[in-house]
């Protein structure tokens, strides 16, 4: 995943930040500009990790389906 993949990504998902993916603001900020911030400019990748959840994200969040397990039945019991 490039930078600005991240940050289109991002955008569709009208996310301001990268909370959802559990990553600070500066960590965030050090992936969408490419390299890390300070005196010494290094190269910040952005990890596979990262680049899985972005995709899975993208899949999930907007069906808004509860998750399900293979056999299709639910996960979870939501007890009211």
């Given amino acids: 995943m490039k930078p600005q993949e991240l940050t289109e990504f991002r955008s569709r998902m009208g996310w301001s930040q990268g909370r959802r993916l559990k990553l ?3 960590r965030l900020a050090d992936y969408e500009a490419g390299f890390t911030r300070g005196q010494e ?3 910040a990748p952005i990890p596979k990790v990262v ?3 972005c995709a ?3 899949e999930h969040e907007g069906k808004k389906e509860p998750l399900q397990r293979p056999n299709g ?3 979870c019991a939501v007890s009211q």
């Fill in 51 to 53: 680049e899985l959840a």
């Fill in 41 to 43: 400019r290094r190269p």
């Fill in 56 to 58: 899975w994200f993208e």
């Fill in 24 to 26: 600070s603001p500066s």
């Fill in 73 to 75: 039945s639910p996960c």
